[in-house]
């Protein structure tokens, strides 16, 4: 904000109050003309500002959606429709809204070669089904069909025992 001041022949009692009020005055109009730029921010603009935002990003929002995830997709469009369709891109896609690693296997060896498997755990998988079916249909390849693999990992433990056996090796001949 710019800073009025008053040359040192005007300085007195009632100029000081009028400048007072001037610096006020467009104070609050800076404010009025930050207020639209402020609203592009998708973190931190109103909700039906972010709708409009969405639109325009061609981001729809899905029944029972947060919204911290709202924003979040909405934040990321752009760059998830660059990173859109490629294995890496889409690891990013979704570490960027929280899903978390996810392992991305494609053309294996016994399959049809549009199956892409995703392995993701247990967890990440029960918390976000719907998400997880927007963004794959929203940012998968065209033509692919993608399958959910769950990880769960389990515990092995293994022993090793001092074991002492003689071994005898016969051989017969005709």
């Known amino acids: 904000m710019i800073k009025i001041e008053l040359p040192f022949w005007l300085d007195g009692a009632e100029l000081t109050k009028l400048k007072a009020a001037a610096q006020s005055w467009w104070e609050r109009v ?96 029960s918390q976000n089904p719907e998400l997880l079916r927007v963004l794959i249909q929203h940012y998968g390849r065209t033509c692919r069909r993608y399958d959910f693999i769950t990880l769960t990992p389990v515990a092995v433990h293994a022993a090793t025992v001092h074991f002492n056996d003689d071994q005898q090796t016969l051989v017969a001949y005709l």
């Open 30 to 125: 800076e404010g009025w003309l930050r207020w639209p730029l402020l609203q592009m921010d998708a973190d931190t603009c109103h909700i039906s500002v972010l709708e409009l935002l969405a639109w325009q990003r061609d981001i729809t929002r899905f029944k029972g959606e947060p919204e911290s995830l709202f924003r979040l997709r909405v934040k990321y469009a752009f760059i998830n429709a660059v990173d859109a369709g490629s294995t890496a891109g889409m690891k990013r896609i979704l570490q960027r809204l929280g899903v978390g690693y996810v392992e991305i296997d494609e053309r294996m060896a016994g399959r049809d070669w549009d199956v892409v498997l995703l392995r993701f755990s247990d967890s990440q998988l």
